[in-house]
């Protein structure tokens, strides 16, 4: 059965329990990666996640929480011994800062030295399209509504037909609920508990999309730092009315 496994929960400014946020969703035999923040190999490892079982790598954007482990992630598994070829998925201006940052690190000259394939695949910017179809996943994206072009995604199981949204860094917009329509479980962006912030959802508004995209469980991450769970609970709640759970990182979530 597939699984998602949250890596980080934070929001841009993190704090001493939560890392950024970033996910894995692990199937049984290829995973898929979206955003990579931190030390993605030192969490990997913990959660359990074969490195060599990661064949695709979504990025939803290029502010730094979403994108900074990227460089790491692409040393160490080379230094695991990988051979196989990774995708990285991302818009066109989110693929231009990842190659930038590695640029920066020279990783040209990785390839003379027996460096693994990277194949970049740009993701279209139209309303919901669907980008990767593997034995155990479909995944399509919409674009959503933040300060850099960004995007959300929604994975189905094919095993099971049950279907995840992960909204990424979004105000409330028409495209991420349609995307989440009626899916098993919302994971949506909660950077405040109530209060308005331009580019992000507050808990009460995650909860008021949930609510509008008629989804079956909500599940908060981008959490603010030090953050009060209860009342972060309370505010998506009431707003939503079904099942609410405050992200924690590593928390499991099967689909
Ligand atoms: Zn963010
Ligand atoms: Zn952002």
Not at 16 to 45: F, K, M, N, W
Not at 55 to 77: A, M, N
Request: hydrophobic fraction near 45%.
């Amino acid at each position: 059965m597939a699984q998602v496994i949250l890596l980080g929960t934070g929001a841009a400014l993190s704090d001493a329990t939560r890392e950024h946020t970033y996910l894995v969703v692990q199937g049984e035999t290829s995973s898929i990666l979206i955003d990579c923040g931190g030390g993605p190999v030192q969490r990997l490892s913990r959660a359990g996640v074969a490195l060599d079982s990661i064949d695709h790598l979504i990025l939803t954007h290029h502010h730094p929480d979403h994108l900074y482990g990227v460089s790491v992630f692409l040393l160490d598994l080379w230094l695991a011994g990988r051979k196989k070829t990774l995708h990285i998925y991302g818009l066109p201006e989110t693929l231009r800062a990842t190659r930038a940052m590695m640029h920066a690190f020279e990783w040209e000259r990785w390839f003379k030295v027996g460096y693994f394939p990277v194949e970049f695949h740009r993701v279209s910017n139209a309303a919901i399209s669907l980008q990767i179809v593997t034995p155990e996943f479909s995944v399509s994206t919409t674009t959503t509504k933040h300060l850099l072009p960004t995007i959300a995604t929604r994975i189905v199981s094919r095993q099971s037909s049950k279907a995840i949204v992960y909204s990424s860094d979004t105000e409330v917009c028409d495209s991420v609920a349609e995307l989440a329509r009626g899916v098993d479980i919302l994971f949506h962006e909660a950077t405040t508990v109530d209060k308005p912030v331009l580019g992000h959802s507050s808990a009460a508004q995650a909860g008021a999309q949930a609510k509008r995209a008629g989804v079956k469980k909500l599940v908060l991450v981008h959490l603010p730092p030090n953050g009060d769970v209860k009342k972060i609970h309370a505010a998506a709640a009431k707003t939503f009315g079904g099942k609410v759970v405050v992200g924690k990182d590593f928390a499991r979530f099967k689909f």
